[in-house]
């Protein structure tokens, strides 16, 4: 009787389930960067400057649009980011992302970031982060529509339609 049951808990696609499509993912979470805290990064506590953890933020936002296309991607917004546990020296932050939106010129990113403790291995949520990226070309921004990690040597739908 079990192997009926998981068989359609595994097959189901919670993307079709999403109650709202603004929070269905439009790419799979990918571990965009991993990162070792190091002692030069540390304020009077002890602790990771919040500031190193948000330029790990955009960089690791700037990875994930990449995967849309190779324009020049600027940062042109980025919500609320609070922080729920220290990063200390030693950790192993990994910063997880995905798409979140496709617009004309702009994606939104959700960026997770969480660090593995250097003496238990436990590894904590230390904050989240939605950024939107433009797409630049010439200084202006471009419009694009590629799928994340479009195939090396197949023109993109931006190019096929120039």
């Not at 953890?53 to 960089?59: E, G, W």
């Not at 990449?66 to 990994?94: C, E, Q, S, Y």
């Amino acid at each position: 009787m079990s192997k009926p049951m998981t068989k359609p808990a595994k097959s189901a696609n919670p993307a079709k389930s999403a109650k709202s499509p603004a929070k269905t993912p439009i790419s799979e979470p990918v571990m965009a960067m991993r990162i070792v805290a190091m002692p030069r990064e540390t304020n009077p506590y002890g602790t990771i400057f919040g500031g190193i953890i948000l330029s790990y933020i955009d960089q690791a936002g700037f990875v994930e649009a990449r995967r849309h296309g190779n324009l020049g991607w600027v940062t042109a917004a980025m919500d609320k980011v609070v922080f729920h546990a220290p990063v200390f020296v030693g950790d192993i932050v990994t910063l997880v992302t995905h798409t979140s939106r496709l617009g004309r010129t702009s994606i939104d990113v959700q960026i997770e970031v969480q660090a593995e403790r250097f003496d238990t291995h436990e590894v904590v949520h230390v904050t989240s982060a939605k950024m939107t990226l433009v797409g630049m070309r010439d200084g202006k921004p471009f419009p694009f529509r590629e799928s994340p990690c479009h195939q090396a040597g197949q023109p993109s739908s931006s190019e096929t339609e120039a």
